[in-house]
């Protein structure tokens, strides 16, 4: 439970973050984009938050532990060849003036991440997630370049990531 409640804080964390993205790109309504995400973001992160404070008081079992020790190092390797992708492909893309393309890559990078979290950590909410950030990423690529294609790629990862979070915590 502890775990899952981690997992669904970062889920809720990041997605409120790309959320913010999509609605700075959303052309037209974006002080009510920004307030609706404000709203949901305060909600699902303080739902995150108080599902840690719960559950850090719990004791790991020492199965929990053998198992963290045994895929710990491949869970960090993972997780920063992730930011250095994701660091490597905004400079490369900045490099060549592709900057529409951020997010698309991204999502790309993104999900590709929690692939193998998905099979590391055995989170099957994972998998949906990750396969709905790329597909959603290559899908907003048949949108002519613009402020719209970015607002959709964005919330193509904010709002799996938030749907994500909110499944785990009510199922915790």
């Known amino acids: 439970m502890k775990g899952s409640?981690?997992?669904a804080l970062i889920c809720a964390f990041f997605g409120s973050a790309w959320m913010f993205w999509a609605a700075v790109f959303a052309p037209g309504?974006?002080?009510?984009?920004l307030a609706l995400v404000t709203t949901v973001t305060i909600a699902i992160v303080a739902w995150a938050i108080s599902r840690v404070r719960a559950?850090?008081?719990y004791q790991d079992s020492a199965a929990d532990r053998e198992r963290w020790a045994?895929?710990?190092?491949r869970y960090w390797i993972n997780t920063?060849?992730?930011?250095?992708?994701?660091?490597g492909s905004v400079i490369a893309l900045a490099h060549f003036r592709r900057y529409s393309?951020?997010?698309q890559l991204l999502a790309v990078i993104i999900g590709l991440h929690f692939v193998v979290l998905a099979r590391l950590l055995r989170v099957s909410a994972y998998s949906k997630m990750s396969a709905t950030m790329i597909?959603?990423?290559?899908?907003t690529l048949l949108i002519p370049d613009g402020n719209s294609r970015s607002a959709i790629a964005c919330a193509g990862i904010g709002l799996p990531m938030w749907i994500?979070?909110?499944v785990m915590l009510s199922e915790s």
């Open 101 to 103: 393309l951020i997010p």
């Open 70 to 73: 045994s895929i710990a190092l």
């Open 80 to 87: 920063a060849a992730e930011w250095l992708l994701a660091a």
């Open 5 to 7: 409640a981690k997992g």
């Open 164 to 166: 994500t979070a909110a």
């Open 55 to 57: 559950t850090r008081h």
């Open 29 to 33: 309504a974006r002080s009510a984009s």
């Open 135 to 139: 597909l959603a990423a290559l899908a």
